[in-house]
Nanobody, 123 residues
Framework: QVQLVESGGGSVQAGGSLRLSCATSGYTYRYYCMGWFRQAPGKEREGVAAIYPSGGATYYATSVKGRFTISQNNAKNTLYLQMDSLKPEDTAMYYC????????????????WGQGTQVTVSS
């Protein structure tokens, strides 16, 4: 049974930083892609960052490029999202997700999901 558990969300003022963590357990060695999504109220879910666990290549949505950094600690089975220069429009529920199928990670088609962690950025 695979589990993805996010943490690190919270409230921050614009310009601040947060680091999200995603602790994974189970058969995570199968994963071809891991990534972060977000969904704001009334908006569709969007993929913001992805990583190929085996090689470390990363991909970012245009809206977060240069401000967010996705990384992994294989020894700890943990995925991270460092979020800097936060803006009010970054306010959303953030989800960790992963997929074992060999679909390009930047297509953001993932099967396994965490429960989410809320990020609120005030102006």
């Amino acid at each position: 049974q695979v589990q993805l558990v996010e943490s690190g969300g919270g409230s921050v003022q614009a310009g601040g930083s947060l680091r999200l963590s995603c602790a994974t357990s189970g058969y995570t060695y199968r994963y071809y892609c891991m990534g972060w999504f977000r969904q704001a109220p009334g908006k569709e879910r969007e993929g913001v960052a992805a990583i190929y666990p085996s090689g470390g290549a990363t991909y970012y949505a245009t809206s977060v490029k240069g401000r967010f950094t996705i990384s992994q600690n294989n020894a700890k089975n943990t995925l991270y999202l460092q979020m800097d220069s936060l803006k009010p429009e970054d306010t959303a529920m953030y989800y960790c997700a992963a997929d074992w199928r060999h679909i390009p990670c930047e297509e953001f088609q993932y099967i396994d999901w965490g429960q989410g962690t809320q990020v609120t950025v005030s102006s």
